[in-house]
C-alpha cells in the first residue's frame, strides 16, 4: 500500500504521546505516513502552514483566526479536547471561589490567559479578581503556583504534569466547574490542502480517531508506542510518571471530535482579545464534514464497540 504523508508541526513536547498515536494508527491502517515535526520558535510555527512546511497544525492554533481575518483561507477540521484541562489550585484554608473577591490570582504567559478571565465570568467573578501575568521565564515553566504560596495570589490553574511540587509545597486542588473551549489537539490546515488532499484528509481523520480510541481502550499498547520516542522527547525516564501523565491527557480526549458552540464560541473570543480577530463568523473556518461523514457511516461507534470488546 503506498502511504501518504501528512506533515504535523506541534509546538511542545507534551503533544506528543497523541501525535505518536495517531501516527501509529495512520501507518498500521490508513496508509497515513505521519511527520511529526516539532516547530518551537512562535514565529516559524505560525508560518509553517503558508510556507509549505506543514500540513496540519495541532498545537496553538487560535492564532489562525487572526490570520483568516488578513485573507488567509483555512479550515480547522477536529477538536479532541474541548476544555481546558487545567485544575485549580490553592492554599489549604480556603474552602470556596468565593472567598477570591478582592484577591488576586497568579495567571500564566503562555497558553491562552484570557481564558482565566473568561472562567471568572462564568463563576460571576470578572472584574472582582485581579488577573496579574506571571511569566514562565520568571517563575520557572508552571511555577505561578509560587507566588499562591508566598501569600500574593489566591489561585492559579495547573497541569496534571506539574502539580507535584505546589502539592509538597502545601497547595491543595479546588473541584471547579470546567471552562467550555477547544484546546490541545485542535487541528487546522490550509483549505487547499483541505479541498487538493480530501481524502488523504478523511483517512488522516480515522487515524485520529482511531488514535485517540485506541489510548482510551487499548492503553497497554497505545503505552507501548508513547513509553518509546514521546517519552525521551518529554525527558521523562519514570515509566509510571509517563503513565500518570496518559492518563491524564486521555481522560479529556473525546473520541468523536465535534466542538460545542460554548467551547467554540470562548476560543473566537480569546482569539479576538489575544490575536485581534475581530469580524470573522469562526464557524466560517470549520469544516466537520469528514468527522461528520465518518460518524454518520457508523465508523466512528464501529471502531468503539471493537475496541471496548478488547
Not at 7 to 18: F, K, L
Not at 51 to 75: C, R
Not at 187 to 195: D, I, K, L, Y
Not at 276 to 289: E, V
Request: proline content about 5%; charged content about 25%.
Amino acid at each position: 500500500m503506498s502511504m501518504d504523508t501528512v506533515r504535523v508541526a506541534y509546538r511542545d513536547d507534551d503533544r506528543t504521546p497523541v501525535i505518536y498515536c495517531i501516527k501509529e494508527m495512520g501507518a498500521q491502517h490508513y496508509g497515513i505516513n505521519v511527520e511529526a515535526l516539532k516547530i518551537k520558535p512562535y514565529g516559524a510555527f505560525e508560518a509553517s502552514l503558508f510556507n509549505d512546511s506543514a500540513d496540519v497544525l495541532i498545537d496553538h492554533v487560535e492564532f489562525l483566526y487572526a490570520e483568516a481575518t488578513k485573507g488567509k483561507k483555512i479550515t480547522f477540521f477536529c477538536a479532541p479536547r474541548i476544555v481546558r484541562g487545567l485544575d485549580l489550585m490553592v492554599p489549604q484554608h480556603v474552602e470556596s471561589v468565593s472567598e477570591f473577591t478582592g484577591k488576586n490570582m497568579a495567571v500564566r504567559d503562555s497558553g491562552r490567559p484570557y481564558t482565566v478571565t473568561l472562567w471568572l465570568r462564568m463563576m460571576g467573578l470578572e472584574g472582582k479578581v485581579g488577573v496579574p501575568i506571571f511569566k514562565d521565564a520568571d517563575v520557572g515553566r508552571w511555577g505561578q503556583w509560587k507566588k499562591v504560596v508566598s501569600g500574593e495570589c489566591i489561585a492559579c490553574f495547573m497541569d496534571p504534569l506539574y502539580q507535584a511540587e505546589p502539592l509538597k509545597a502545601g497547595l491543595k486542588l479546588l473541584p471547579v466547574p470546567e471552562l467550555a473551549v477547544v484546546s490541545h489537539y485542535a487541528q487546522a490546515c490550509t483549505a487547499e490542502f483541505a479541498r487538493e488532499r480530501s481524502a488523504v484528509l478523511k483517512n488522516y481523520v480515522k487515524a485520529v480517531i482511531h488514535g485517540i480510541c485506541w489510548m482510551k481502550h487499548h492503553k497497554q499498547e497505545a503505552m507501548k508506542a508513547v513509553t518509546e520516542e514521546p517519552m525521551q522527547l518529554m525527558k521523562m525516564n519514570d515509566v509510571q510518571e509517563m503513565e500518570k501523565h496518559f492518563d491524564a491527557i486521555v481522560g479529556k480526549l473525546q473520541i468523536k471530535p465535534y466542538p460545542t458552540p460554548q467551547a467554540l464560541a470562548a476560543t473566537y473570543e480569546i482569539a479576538c482579545e489575544e490575536y485581534g480577530a475581530q469580524d470573522l463568523n469562526p464557524l466560517a473556518l470549520w469544516d466537520m464534514h469528514w468527522v461528520k461523514e465518518l460518524d454518520d457511516e457508523g465508523f466512528i461507534d464501529a471502531l468503539i464497540a471493537d475496541m471496548s470488546a478488547g
